[in-house]
């Protein structure tokens, strides 16, 4: 009997008891591919041996010294490593211990930078339906997602929520991608001018979207249109990196394949590669000005932000992360997966869409392929095959309600980078046939 109060009540869970590399081992000895990095976490795999002597080196000097009494090398060492690897423009880093408190303090960055600069009117947040953004009351209320905000919406702040960039569903026949991005930019803008412009303070959105939509990148274009709006009427860019940023997709951010680069940036998951919780957010230059030459600080803080064996944790794995080959293999082997799934799924009638970048993939389930139909959320096709995966010794990251919170079926990929060509056709043999039992079942 346990005693934990587990995500899902009653439900039996295999025991993890060792982690090497790409593998999970469990109390039986079953093992596992780490097909997804657990949410697109463990992007170096478990036990890494640097990350391991970094930390117990850490350990060996100080594991906790307060924020408000002590600065540490470790974390002086870390905002100076992720300055030096963001574009211009994201200047100053600010640590926490997860996404959903790099979305809190991103949000409380950006009021706070309007109250400094002597525009208190600008409240509004808006965001994009079908994205997450964290559980935590700021951060879930900022996501788009209708099933995991429902219970919860009479506690939530006003937030406002614009379509997603998810062109399989959304893009209409005849359309260009570009002739798409504008109409949703179009939708942006017409929400801030029904908001009223000088009220709006931010728009928050993930590059790449994860979880919830399963690996959907952009349109080409649209996101130089959001930065452009967000320019013209003095609204701050927040993009949310927390699970496609610290080189998922290819590049140490998402967003760098944009061409554009936020006021605010949240990153977590990958930046601690699950060695230790972690997470930051990036701030500009204009808006660390505004506090350091307004009130003098930001208003905010946790007992742990800047933990020194997380802050050591993460300085080794962004080295690693930094070093050529590490980043050449997400490329590399990300290729290799798409094409891989490209062939394995791609003629199965109920495979709508395989998509995303770098290491970070999804796959689209669909009851039928030509009208894009999706399953009977009761038949619960996720979860079916995620219990598939795990009985081939899989682990993937299958969600439902892709569609609108409730209505459809996708699986995300997001194995760790260092991954081999033999790992990666495994991964593809296993989830084929678990797909294949899930909808048979
Ligand atoms: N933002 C994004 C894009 C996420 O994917 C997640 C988690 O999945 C979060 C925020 C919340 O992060 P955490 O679970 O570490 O609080």
């Known amino acids: 009997m346990t005693k934990l109060l587990h995500r899902t009540i009653g439900s039996t869970m295999p025991r993890a008891v060792a982690g090497e590399g790409i593998y999970i081992t469990d109390s039986e000895g079953h093992t596992y591919i780490d097909g997804s990095g657990g949410a697109a ?12 002597d970094a930390m117990k080196a850490q350990m060996a000097r100080i594991t906790y010294a307060h924020t408000s009494f002590f600065t540490t090398d470790v ?20 640590l926490v211990s997860g996404g959903s408190e790099a979305v809190e303090a991103a949000l409380k960055m950006a009021r706070q930078y309007f109250v400094e600069v002597g525009q208190p009117q600008r409240r509004h947040i808006i965001a994009r339906r ?17 099933w995991r905000r429902a219970q919860f919406k009479p506690i939530l702040p006003e937030t406002h929520h614009v379509s997603p960039c998810y062109a399989y569903r959304d893009m209409q026949a005849g359309e260009t991608p570009e002739a798409y991005g504008e109409r949703l930019a179009g939708e942006l803008e017409a929400k801030i001018i029904e908001l009223g412009a000088d009220t709006v303070m931010a728009f928050v959105a ?56 936020p006021d605010l940036m949240t990153i977590a998951k990958g930046l601690g590669g699950g060695f230790q919780p972690i ?21 905010h803080g946790h007992t742990y932000i800047g933990h020194p064996i997380a802050a050591a944790a993460a300085n080794k794995v962004v080295e690693i992360l930094r070093r050529p080959e590490t980043m050449k293999n997400v490329v590399r082997m990300g290729e290799r997966l ?38 009977d959320p009761a038949r619960k096709i996720n979860s079916r095959i995620k219990k598939e995966a795990m009985r081939r010794g899989l682990m993937c990251y299958p969600m439902g309600g892709t569609i609108d919170g409730v209505h459809g079926d996708h699986v995300l990929l997001a194995p760790p980078y260092i991954i081999e060509a033999e790992q990666i056709d495994m991964i593809i043999d296993r989830l084929a046939a678990a797909i294949d039992a899930a909808i048979a079942g």
């Open 279 to 299: 997470g930051a957010v990036m701030l500009s230059e204009t808006i660390y000005r505004a506090f350091a030459e307004g009130s003098g600080l930001f208003q």
């Open 41 to 52: 976490v463990s992007c170096l795999g478990h036990n890494h041996p640097e990350v391991l």
């Open 338 to 375: 798409q094409v891989g799934l490209d062939a394995a799924l791609g003629q199965s009638a109920y495979v709508g869409d395989i998509r995303g970048r770098g290491l970070f993939r999804g796959i689209e389930i669909v009851a039928n392929k030509d009208t894009k139909e999706p399953f």
């Open 206 to 261: 993930e590059p790449v979207v994860g979880a919830t939509l399963g690996a959907v990148a952009p349109v080409a274009g649209y996101f130089q249109l959001v930065r452009r709006i967000c320019d013209k009427y003095g609204i701050l860019l927040i993009l949310d990196e927390v699970m496609c940023g610290m080189g998922r997709t290819g590049t140490m951010f998402a967003f760098e394949q944009e061409g554009i680069v």
């Open 130 to 146: 079908q994205s997450y953004h964290g559980n935590t009351i700021g951060a879930l209320a900022t996501g788009g997602n209708a």
């Open 75 to 94: 974390a002086e060492e870390l905002a100076e490593q992720l300055v030096e690897l963001a574009p211009k423009g994201l200047d100053y880093v600010y």
